[in-house]
């Protein structure tokens, strides 16, 4: 969370224009040095100094999927509006599609400051009356976890309480509540905190990072484990340090439901996608669907793309003002099977597809699930467009040409049917088209393509004796 807009904060996305610089006099680091602004070298005592402890292994393995407060109320949260969100996870299925995280983001605390005997953050009594750990409370009880906000500034970006210098007791407070979730934004930093080129350009060793990586130690000291985002928005190189630090990381500035900010997105990480895997996971931000005035196509890769590039996913909106065909978009039983793969922890890869032009970000990417191997295409246009997949270009289908490739639709759950040497289909603009390819087991006559809309066609495809039998 970046930017914030009207009186509750900045209205810049950028982190030059949320860094408010406070007085080096007087703060006080929760391991009692203090940044300076000499040259950095290993033997500095900020590095020398700074914990090495590495996240929970005990959450996180997966992308998280759930919901967050911002996008839908910004400020404007509450016990209330929490809850209900849990309950729509049961009663609108997203709880049984997967979807676990009930995530409260920032202005949960109250802004004059922390407790004067215990220095923890109090939570704002007129939102939460009940306090967070009730609130957690009833959310576990619908099987569900709950996610909380913080800051590794002196304030959050809406200007409440901060966590740097307070570390071991905010995650402890956190634990204490039953919080499964954090959240670490990155407003704030007072100036003495500001990056340096790192020794050795090891970005580990930065300023940046060792912010993040004091609430890593505080964390790990909980009996509870943390799932653990850096809303870092893509600084200090955090893809090469995230996975030591955390179970994902921002790599964009704040979401917007436009078609620009899904592009930028999906081009940001493209450069990066080899870092993904179990552990560890590059944060495209919030979902946008069911806010703005994004197109159905532009939902469809909007969700898509987060799955298959394995970002966490956390719808952004009003849950009860989802239509249908949203909710039958975010709850794709195929599509959130591969980003929710615990065999498979990498994310699709984009790959060059013989006879379709190069772009920018690519159009053409493929990736293995329990399931098999999985194409999406991305039609980058403004118009309908003809696509077409030559099963060659496809990494690791081990295509030949005198064989058969079933081709099967993901969003549909249907089999296509079977073609030879490529499979050509039309898209609107904006749209991804998602495919599972299956080569069949067995050589039989058949026709050059065949068309079905049975969902039985691959496991008969599969099976001798079905083809023998004639069933």
Not at 16 to 30: E, H, Q, S
Not at 245 to 251: F, L, Q, T
Not at 324 to 329: A, E, F, K, N, W
Request: glycine share 8%; hydrophobic share 35%; charged share 20%.
């Amino acid at each position: 969370m970046a930017d914030r807009d009207g009186p509750d904060g900045p209205d810049e996305r950028w982190k030059t224009a949320i860094r408010a610089v406070i007085p080096l006099f007087g703060f006080i680091m929760c391991r009692s040095f203090i940044p300076t602004t000499m040259s950095l070298t290993l033997d500095s005592p900020v590095i020398r100094n700074a914990p090495t402890i590495p996240p929970s292994s005990s959450t996180g393995k997966l992308p998280a999927l759930g919901w967050n407060t911002w996008n839908a109320y910004r400020c404007n949260i509450s016990e209330e509006k929490i809850l209900a969100a849990g309950q729509q996870f049961v009663d609108l299925g997203l709880q049984r599609a997967g979807y676990e995280y009930v995530n409260i983001d920032d202005c949960w605390s109250a802004k004059s400051g922390r407790d004067p005997n215990t220095k923890r953050i109090v939570p704002d009594s007129a939102k939460f009356p009940n306090g967070i750990d009730q609130v957690a409370s009833k959310i576990h009880d619908l099987g569900l976890k709950i996610g909380i906000y913080s800051d590794a500034g002196t304030k959050t970006c809406a200007g409440y309480p901060g966590s740097l210098g307070n570390e071991f007791t905010d995650a402890s407070t956190f634990a204490d509540w039953g919080i499964d979730y954090l959240k670490y934004d990155n407003c704030n930093v007072p100036h003495n905190w500001t990056d340096k080129r790192p020794p050795n350009n090891d970005w580990y060793y930065s300023y940046s990072a060792i912010r993040f990586r004091q609430m890593t130690a505080a964390l790990a000291n909980q009996s509870r484990p943390i799932q653990y985002d850096l809303c870092i928005w893509g600084d200090a190189r955090v893809w090469e340090w995230g996975a030591k630090v955390g179970h994902s990381w921002r790599i964009t500035p704040d979401s917007t439901p436009t078609w620009d900010f899904i592009l930028d997105a999906i081009t940001t990480n493209v450069d990066i996608l080899n870092r993904v895997d179990f552990y560890s996971h590059n944060d495209m931000d919030m979902m946008e669907i069911g806010n703005g005035k994004l197109t159905l196509q532009e939902e469809r890769t909007h969700f898509a793309a987060w799955a298959f590039m394995k970002s966490p996913i956390l719808l952004g909106t009003d849950l009860g003002n989802l239509s249908q065909v949203q909710l039958g978009i975010l709850q794709n039983p195929e599509i959130l099977a591969f980003h929710q793969d615990a065999m498979y922890g990498q994310p699709a890869m984009p790959f060059k597809n013989a006879g379709s032009l190069k772009t920018s970000p690519p159009e053409y990417y493929s990736g293995q699930s329990v399931k098999g191997l999985h194409v999406f295409v991305i039609n980058l246009g403004d118009r309908s467009s003809e696509k077409s997949i030559n099963f060659t270009s496809v990494p690791g289908l081990g295509y030949n040409s005198s064989g058969l490739v079933l081709v099967h639709d993901m969003w549909t759950g249907q089999d296509i049917g079977l073609y030879r040497d490529s499979y050509n289909f039309s898209m609107e603009a904006h749209d991804t088209a998602a495919f599972a390819l299956h080569l069949p087991s067995v050589t039989f006559p058949v026709q050059e393509t065949i068309r079905s809309s049975s969902r039985t066609l691959l496991s008969q495809i599969r099976t001798p004796e079905a083809i023998t039998a004639g069933t």
